[in-house]
């Protein structure tokens, strides 16, 4: 067995023999799923032919009595294992979640028993603190020292309301720069908390955000063209997604065209060629973009200055430009180099 594993575990085992009943040991590990998974009040209280409430009740006398024996170093175990947790806490910005936590002290994906045991001993350690999981917060664990449960749910408030307000997903640098903390790391370990927040590439922002937290394939495809600064042609958009974090990431070239075109958010600029039409394209054929050229124009402009513009919001040849020029319908030759609309 690997050495923290071991300790973890004798740990567990010194916690639960300072508790005499058989019951109360039975409801203890029930109650943090030590040996499985975690039951409710009801679950055990059903199983014992106990209410509910007594359950609740004796699971506190229970942790009450667990927190006066570690005070008062009745459980020699317990010390190496809060050792390897603070040790590993530290190198993670002093809280952590703790899934993270249990997979870096065991050194590999834990499994949820492992996960509770770590749980088990940071409830009555003296020198941990634990964030309780809700629709808010991540279940986690910090030091004690960096403040209590009350305290770190407060820090990871104050991140999430200054990204709320900023309106737009922000570096760990950014977030440093408005918020009072030692390292940047640090604010990266709150934030993981929060069951709000997301992050992706380097920046965070709030969960329902799809520059963070991309659910669908246009989501998807919005984040790349943003991370890429310029237009794409459809199939690298498609390489993009397969080569990154995403979750889900095996997309059809297909698949991403039939998107690209459906969603408002992107300009066909090109033959397979896409931007975003917050970087100011707009969507229409290049007769339509000539034309818009010449109504914002209210006069005849030159052939030179019309191939310029529709360059700037078209990736196309100028060839095909001046093809759509020859319309008579639309645009009239006004002298050997100028047009105006017909």
């Not at 190496?80 to 993270?100: F, P, Q």
């Not at 917050?278 to 818009?292: A, Q």
Request: hydrophobic fraction near 40%; charge should be positive; aromatic fraction near 6%.
């Amino acid at each position: 067995m690997d050495h923290n594993a071991e300790i973890l575990k004798n740990a567990i085992s010194g916690s639960l023999g300072v508790i005499e009943q058989d019951r109360e040991k039975e409801i203890i590990s029930r109650r943090f799923g030590l040996s499985g998974s975690r039951e409710t009040l009801e679950q055990i209280g059903e199983m014992l032919s106990i209410t509910r409430e007594r359950v609740r009740q004796l699971e506190k006398a229970i942790l009450i009595h667990l927190q006066i024996s570690a005070e008062e170093n009745q459980i020699p175990e317990l010390a190496a294992a809060e050792k390897i947790l603070i040790r590993n806490l530290t190198e993670m910005g002093r809280v952590a979640r703790l899934d993270a936590l249990a997979d870096k002290v065991y050194g590999r994906g834990t499994t949820a028993s492992e996960r509770a045991g770590i749980n088990f001993i940071a409830t009555f350690s003296k020198s941990l603190t634990v964030i309780e999981e809700n629709d808010s917060y991540n279940a986690a664990v910090g030091i004690a020292e960096y403040g209590d449960a009350a305290a770190i749910r407060a820090r990871v408030d104050e991140i999430v309301k200054t990204i709320r307000s900023n309106k737009e997903p922000m570096t760990l640098d950014q977030l440093d720069n408005v918020l009072n903390y030692e390292h940047p790391d640090h604010i990266k370990a709150v934030a993981s908390i929060s069951k709000l927040l997301a992050t992706l590439n380097g920046v965070w922002g709030l969960a329902k955000w799809p520059a963070v937290n991309p659910r669908n394939i246009r989501d998807k495809i919005f984040v790349i063209l943003e991370a890429h600064k310029e237009p794409m042609h459809f199939s690298d958009i498609a390489k993009e997604i397969r080569e990154s974090n995403f979750k889900r990431k095996n997309v059809t070239i297909q698949a991403i065209h039939n998107e690209l075109i459906k969603d408002q958010r992107f300009v066909l600029i090109g033959r397979g060629i896409y931007a975003l039409s917050s970087w100011g394209y707009k969507k229409g054929t290049i007769s339509e973009i000539i034309t818009g050229i010449l109504e914002k124009a209210g006069e005849p402009l030159s052939r030179e200055d019309i191939v310029r513009q529709v360059l700037k919001t078209r990736k196309v040849k100028e060839t095909t430009i001046l093809l759509n020029l020859q319309n008579k319908k639309l645009f009239k030759k006004v002298d050997k180099n100028s047009y105006t609309l017909a």
